[in-house]
Nanobody
Framework: QLHLVESGGGLVQAGGSLRLSCGAS????????MAWFRQAPGKEREFVAA????????DYADSVKGRFTISRDNAKDTQYLQMNSLKPEDTAVYYC???????????????????WGQGTQVTVSS
């Protein structure tokens, strides 16, 4: 069974930075496509970023492109989301997602992912 645990959320002022981490256990990490989604109160869950198994291909939502960077360290079975230039509208619960796949192209649809973490709260103040 695959377990995903997010960490790194917190309160930050607008313009600041946070780095989220997602540790994975229970599966061969290099077989996992990874992604980040987020959900604000009263809003639908939305795609943030995704990364392929090898880390060679990434995809970002337009709202975060140029500010957020997704990466993975396969030696540590961990993926990261570096968030810079944070805005109040980035406030949400951020979820780590994973799927066992042979695909090499990152996917941006939540239905593509089988495993989910419990989420970590990110709050950006004005």
């Amino acid at each position: 069974q695959l377990h995903l645990v997010e960490s790194g959320g917190g309160l930050v002022q607008a313009g600041g930075s946070l780095r989220l981490s997602c540790g994975a256990s229970g599966r061969t990490f290099t077989l996992l496509a990874m992604a980040w989604f987020r959900q604000a109160p009263g809003k639908e869950r939305e795609f943030v970023a995704a990364i392929s198994r090898t880390g060679g291909n990434t995809d970002y939502a337009d709202s975060v492109k140029g500010r957020f960077t997704i990466s993975r360290d396969n030696a540590k079975d961990t993926q990261y989301l570096q968030m810079n230039s944070l805005k109040p509208e980035d406030t949400a619960v951020y979820y780590c997602a994973a799927d066992v796949t042979i695909a090499t192209t990152p996917r941006r649809y939540e239905t593509a992912y089988t495993y989910w973490g419990q989420g970590t709260q990110v709050t950006v103040s004005s």
